[in-house]
């Protein structure tokens, strides 16, 4: 029954945050597929296209094993073992697939509208299309053909087929007769729009001004007209009830029943939203506004209803918290403040001097503005910037399930979860980490048997960190497994007509792994093997102008490390003044700062510069000649130290002043200039001016030369 | 022939609008097309290891811009930056530079019969970014392919990576 997985999503608050960004990530990939199948060229197709279909089907399946919803798992697993059959031109697609797939692509987004609604209402069967699709798969096809006549009207037919469950009606609604009959394709939205409504097929129709649809449902005829008034007027609306596992099928019908348009039951709407309470203790009440409505409708279907709209309220819930906004408008605000505060800055400059006696309202404006300002500004910085932490917290459920059902004992520790990261980059590093953990603990961790035997614990470990590092963001997936096998992977690219040879090195062998469909493992699992995951998760970093390194041993883990530019992160950064100009150290690389005396530092070979700090000499560097600081007529001298570290080495930087600490937003200096030396990137100041951002790596590998 | 035909004529034949500007005693003109907007000057922060002419960075609402003075690449006698220096703003592919001249002067209308070739001559300027020499009446136009020259790498506005 229904109703008991009514509070499923209450107990685990957490993880519907994250249902919520993977239903939006599904759905986008299953419009994105639906729109490359459309397009799909079949006596063309390249590999490109149905390389991109089929890892839009491989996301999804990812994601929803992930999250434990195996029906729709195993209808993409399905999916995308037609896909990879085809991508790997061991069958020619034809229309049969591209319907079949279509269909199922409905098909995902009903079940996963049915799982975001917090598993209300009825699973949509899929085991026909598992069917068809691996019969296809199998290089059958004639007989799912003819099986579906038309690819819009199949997805009915095949449920209509089945015996409904309990509570679900299948009705047939006629609108009309309309002026503007496009009104009533706002209904079908409807459908769209509100998890566990139920389906809606459009039905052919004799007549212009009249539509009609086959819908199923479980909520009640009040509820439907209700809805639909938002869009047309009930007096056009006519719904009756058609026997179960009816198939309509064609025009005829003629007669328009008007029962229930003409009868609009008065405790229907009570029993749809019985939370309100405003009716409570008055005459038709929500207990009795069930029994009443049975007058009108099945009192089954009656009680289905108000379970479901219960649910309907927390699940609603996560969808008015967030709204999806485009990342450039939310650029656009944050410049758009960005101006503001340097108006403002302006502004309280130029009214200092002004008299506080006599321009008192003017003043106090001037302080309000101010403060709702800077409000406003970390408002804004705020909606773009999200700690890793949002991303880690996916993986330790991931792990767990995936661990048990490969049989391994995996530790999973994660560092730097604080670490703040732009929301754009969040989003687009997510899938890449997730394939990363997961080739890791399918691939990398050995069973614990195997593990015994090498000398090692039987528990392998999954390290994810996160960390700013020389101007980037730097994402390592360690593992403690058995690494790669400079051999197998050698052989396989040979098995593949890759042109290698024995004499690459090592990182030119571990690079051939992003080569599409390269996989070493045996068996493809619904886990991982078919070899798309580094595939995409170099497509995805490359994307966001990153770059993936690997590290392996063969017997002793393997390490990814995904570096990415700082565009638009926020760092906490250090301003350091010298002469007049103002930069910004990452606060995260100073180790220390400290006021010198000119006769302590010390040179070797005539040039070079160290400085002892407590028992260590580092090198120093004058910021002065670094940027070629021209020196006014200016007292100032430099004689702060800061001593910054990267790369695990030290330096000491010397300045003239320290100027104090603030989050500054990195912007990147390249999107209209070029690279400058020993620069990661660029700032705007409080008074609008532009800082440039040090590059520390960059600085301790120049004293290294 | 009537005014919509003349007008269609101009349009056809490719007559386009150019903003002019005054470097020293020179004019010149750009693709009106090219332009973002006009800014007074503020001074840039300075980047490192620049050519002289780069004046460094500015931000123009949140977006880092970098700053030419078109009279130092000229090698004009004098470059002063007053409350009258002007800065245009040029929007070239998807790139954003400004370039610091003396003082604006027009918008106008130049069909592309009334362009001379520009001679060949020994020149601080690439004879490739000159697209013709435009007369208006008495004063001399020098119109400039601001895109070939802003991209050109003796610029040093583009990375060698680019």
Redesign the interface.
Known sequence: MAETHQDSGGGDFDLTQFYQIFFEEAGENLDLMETMLLNLNLETADDEELNGIFRCAHSVKGGAATFGFADVAELTHQMESLLDRLRRHELQPNSAMVDVLLESADASRSLLARHQAGGEGVALPTSDLVRRISELAAGGGGAAAVAKPVAKTAASVQTARVPLKEGVRSLEIRIGPLEHPEQADAIRELFRDIPGLGEIVVMPSDRKDLRIFDVKTVSSNADLLDLFAFHVSRDFIAIKEIEEAEVVVGPGTQAVSSNFADDPQPGAPLAAFPGFGFFDGSPGAPVTAVSAVGAGVDAKVAAKAAPKAGAAGPAAQPEAATIRVAISKV?QL???V??LV?TQAMLAQNSRALDPALYQQLLTGLADLDRNTRDLQESVMSIRMIPMSIVFSRFPRMLRDLASKLGKKVDFVTQGEATELDKGLVEKITDPLTHLVRNSCDHGVEMPAERLAAGKSETGTITLSASHQGGSIVIEVRDDGRGMSREKILSKARERGIDVSDQMSDADVWQLIFAPGFSTAAVVTDVSGRGVGMDVVKRNIAALNGTVEIDSAEGYGMKVSVRLPLTLAIMDGMSVGAGD?VYILPLSSVVESFQVKADAVSTVGQGAQLIKVRDEYMPVIELEK????PRGNSQKSSDIMVVVEADGSRVALLVDELLGQQQVVV?????????????SG?T?LGD?????ILDTGALVRRSRH | MGVMEKMDELTSSGAREYLTFRLDQEEYGIDILKVQEIRGYERPTRVANAPNFIKGVVNLRGTIVPIVDMRLKFNCSKAEYSSFTVVIILNLRSRIVGIVVDSVSDVMELPPESLKPAPDIDSVIDSGAVLGLGSIGERMLILLDIERLMSASDMGLIGASE
């Open positions: 650029d944050i410049n758009l960005g101006e340097i100009e670094v940027f070629q600081i912007k990147n200096l390249e999107s209209n200039y070029r690279k400058v030396p020993n620069v660029a705007i609008g001016k532009v800082a440039l």
